[in-house]
């Protein structure tokens, strides 16, 4: 227990009596963010919006490389050993859908509605000229362009939160320390003990910026290796696709 100082008056009754215990609150992180400002506070709940958004982003986006990954690189080890486009459209009919089969059937629609300019001769098949098989190629290139942005949706949202939300904290901090300090000119008080708190709950939007802007960033990149990996195997499938057209004699 802390000491008493007791000052006397006249017949002995005591006038004041001061304590010089210590006995100070403790500040919980709650407590912090409920005693902040309207400006503080707003931030922050910014900041927890584009968490949630950008969390969801992270394993939707995960589940569907995993999905997309597993069902097209199966399709093309199963393309790679068929002799002929007929039987590599038999394994796409019983394979599961993916960005690979897509692929392949965007060519295959290609080749059934056109007409090859080289016709048949007695000792070979009609086949397609050069300019036919350069639109063949520009066709998958778009199909693969095509599937391509639909994995790669809403990835660019994490460089945006990642790169945006620390900025948006810096904002919230520097508006708690001029309120802060403000608050101090007001009530006439400059030591330690009146700044901390408000300086420390201006600190937490900048805390709660980094929370949200490392993860987000951290995954916009793993995500970004991926879908480049990703979009290489796919454009490769298209030049095999046109292998095998050459090896059946039909380029």
């Known amino acids: 227990m802390g000491a008493s100082t007791m000052l006397p008056v006249a017949g002995g009754l005591p006038l004041l009596q001061l304590s010089t215990t210590g006995g100070a609150d403790s500040r919980t992180l709650l407590a912090m963010i409920a005693g902040s400002d309207p400006v503080t506070k707003g931030v922050l709940g910014l900041l927890a919006v584009l968490s949630l958004l950008s969390w969801a982003v992270m394993f939707a986006k995960w589940r569907a490389f995993a999905t997309a990954e597993s069902r097209g690189y199966a399709f093309a080890a199963e393309f ?53 098989v350069e639109a063949l190629r520009l066709v998958l290139d778009a199909e693969s362009g095509a599937q391509r942005e639909e994995l790669g949706r809403f990835i660019p949202w994490l ?15 520097v508006l708690g320390v001029i309120e802060a300090f403000e608050g101090i000119a ?49 454009e490769g499938f298209g030049s095999e696709l046109i292998a095998l057209l050459v090896r059946e004699g039909r380029i």
């Open 159 to 173: 460089a945006t939160v990642g790169s945006v939300s620390p900025l948006i904290g810096l904002f919230g901090t």
């Open 186 to 234: 007001t009530k006439g008080s400059g030591n330690i003990g009146a700044v901390a708190p408000g300086i420390a709950t201006a600190l937490l939007a900048t805390a709660a910026a980094l929370a949200v802007a490392i993860p987000a960033a951290f995954a916009y990149n793993v995500l970004a290796s991926r879908l480049n990996r990703f979009d290489a195997r796919l």
């Open 80 to 132: 790679g050993r068929v002799p002929s486009i007929d039987d590599a459209a038999r394994v796409a009919q019983r394979m599961r859908p993916s960005a690979f089969t897509a692929v392949f059937q965007r060519g295959v629609q290609f080749l059934n509605d056109t007409r090859p300019a080289m016709p048949a001769t007695s000792d070979r098949s009609a086949r397609l000229s050069a300019s036919q």
